[in-house]
């Protein structure tokens, strides 16, 4: 699970010792790593995207998939591209233009707030979609650990594979700025470190795609309950295995959101064949055709339970989602068949 970054003063860690345990428990394949109270923050601030990547080891980087050397200014784009701009929009399982906001609680605290937004630009003549997720620290916990980390993915939107991803992170004293460009003819991408000057070129499937990216893809699949999923995703410029046990259809409460129809995710990964199994992640998205991330909850030792709840969602989009409590708008299911409700 991602709960480790690369980096960090020493001011701003405090440390606890994990395990990632090998296939069937065996101790000799476990490695220690260690956690961080800014890892933690960023583990839950980017919490939106846990159940694309819920089970990635600690050490895991969201960023390491896509980004031109020097990043193109965007031009954002009107609902109607002007003439010049390339345009072939498909239909897309979301309405672009959403946003979705959500509190990171811990403890009875909220502790940080997260957005993710999407939006059409114009880069060299041609329409590409943003994906981007922020997150920045509130109330008390600004003072002393102030988070403010923006995250982008910019994909064709036809083939819906990333062309560009960026991650900017300001944590306490630690600061990041990497991104990363897909050439996927080429089945190639180069990684760049903009405040380290390093830089890194690295093979990818012709389908690779960075976390934001897939998490987004994966809103268009159809989950069902009791069934078994099996996908590939890259991070940190490795390319995991991951599996999802899909559970049960429940029913929850969150803010003014009553009732929500959700189904149950229980994400893990394998790296070389070997179970990555570190704390507990557990995952609930609407059923219905937005597949929104309602709720994520993280169990870590010491840290305790962090959650990601849903506060709300705007844009486009007469719905339950942008009319929360309203009779009018009631939730559409996915799937027909009721399970048992909790």
């Known amino acids: ?12 860690r405090i440390v606890i010792p994990l395990r990632l345990g090998g296939s069937g428990g065996h101790a000799g394949a476990a490695t220690e790593n260690k ?11 980017l919490g939106f995207v846990l159940w694309a990547l819920g089970a990635l080891p600690a050490g895991t980087d969201v960023a390491a998939a896509v980004t031109p050397r020097t990043a193109p200014s965007p031009v954002r ?21 959403e946003q979705m906001f959500y509190k990171v609680q811990w403890g009875v605290l909220i502790v940080a707030n997260t957005q993710v937004t ?31 980390d ?10 819906f594979l990333p062309v560009r991803f960026t991650k900017r992170l300001s944590e306490g004293r630690y600061r990041l700025h990497e991104i ?10 180069h990684w760049r470190h903009l405040l380290k000057n390093d830089s890194k070129d690295f093979a990818i499937d012709a389908d690779t795609r960075d976390l934001i990216s897939y998490m987004f893809y994966m809103r268009s699949q159809k989950f069902e309950p009791g069934k078994h999923y099996d996908f590939r995703v890259m991070a940190d410029e490795k390319l995991y295995d991951l599996m999802v046990e899909a559970r049960d259809i429940e029913r929850l409460d969150i803010g003014n959101y009553t009732k929500i129809r959700t189904l149950k995710l229980d994400p893990e990964a394998k790296f070389h064949g070997l179970f990555v199994r570190v704390g507990k992640l557990e ?55 009721e399970g048992p409700k909790k």
């Open 1 to 12: 699970m991602w709960f480790c970054s690369r980096g960090g003063d020493a001011a701003d």
């Open 35 to 45: 956690m961080s109270l800014q890892t933690c923050l960023r583990f839950i601030g």
């Open 77 to 97: 784009l009107p609902v109607s591209a002007p003439a010049h701009v390339a345009t072939n929009r498909p239909v897309l399982w979301f309405p672009v233009g």
């Open 118 to 148: 999407s939006e059409y630009i114009e880069e060299d003549g041609r329409e590409l979609l943003a994906i981007r997720v922020t997150t920045r620290t509130k109330s008390i916990l600004s003072t002393f650990y102030p988070v403010d």
């Open 150 to 159: 923006f995250i982008e993915s910019v994909v064709d939107p036809v083939t």
């Open 180 to 189: 990363t460009t897909f050439d996927h003819k080429a089945r190639m991408a």
């Open 283 to 337: 995952v609930w998205i609407s059923d219905d055709e937005r597949c929104v991330c309602v709720r994520a909850t993280a169990q870590a030792p010491i840290i305790g339970t962090i959650r990601l709840l849903i506060d709300r969602v705007e844009g486009p989009g007469d719905d339950y989602w942008t009319h929360p409590g309203n009779t009018n708008y009631p939730q559409i299911a996915r799937n027909p068949v």
